[in-house]
Nanobody, 114 residues
Framework: QLQASGGGLVQPGCSLRLSCAAS????????MSWVRQAPGKGPERVSA????????YYADSVRGRFTISRDNAKNTLYLQMNGLKPEDTAVYYC???WGGGGSRGPGTQVTVSS
């Protein structure tokens, strides 16, 4: 199971830190990713991290503002989001796998609005 948390309503320019608690599988054996879906749009892979944390991916839309990390000892995935923009508004999901198309749990809503 994957449970994302940490979303909320923030003003442009603010920061949020998302967390994803994993259970029921060996978290450290899997690459992980964050995927978001805005209203009326398809899913977008935002970021991904290799199982060992040694390689990461960022979509052009978030590179330089978002940072993905993981703590395999705590079975937790993180997404630090700085400099949030209104276009970052979406439901954010964590997903098993590098490509973002794997199993997802319930997402967390991020709304960026003044």
């Amino acid at each position: 199971q994957l449970q994302a948390s940490g979303g909320g309503l923030v003003q442009p320019g603010c920061s949020l830190r998302l967390s994803c608690a994993a259970s029921g599988f060996t978290f450290g054996n899997y690459d992980m990713s964050w995927v978001r879906q805005a209203p009326g749009k398809g899913p977008e892979r935002v970021s991904a991290i290799r199982r060992g944390g040694d390689n990461t991916y960022y979509a052009d839309s978030v590179r330089g503002r978002f940072t993905i990390s993981r703590d395999n000892a705590k079975n937790t995935l993180y997404l630090q989001m700085n400099g949030l923009k209104p276009e970052d508004t979406a439901v954010y999901y964590c997903s098993a796998g590098w490509g973002g198309g794997g199993s997802r749990g319930p997402g967390t809503q991020v709304t960026v609005s003044s």
